[in-house]
């Protein structure tokens, strides 16, 4: 899972079928898959924004 979502954080357009097939292979179903998906996009989404505005900068 850590290792899809860091995948997904680099760059989400080389996630493959074969990414959800080794999520499938260790037990993560597809709605499951989906929640790892959309939290890791929104985190990602989120602190694009806070660093664009300075958020936890200093000066």
Not at 13 to 19: A, E, F, K, L, V
Not at 26 to 41: C, E, M, P, Y
Not at 49 to 57: E, F, I, N, S, Y
């Amino acid at each position: 899972m850590l290792d899809y979502a860091v995948a997904l954080s680099k760059d989400a357009t080389r996630i493959t079928p074969q990414d959800h097939a080794r999520l499938h292979a260790v037990g993560f179903d597809d709605q499951a898959i989906l929640q790892i998906t959309l939290i890791a996009a929104w985190f990602n989404s989120i602190n694009r924004v806070a660093d664009a505005l300075g958020v936890g900068r200093e000066g």
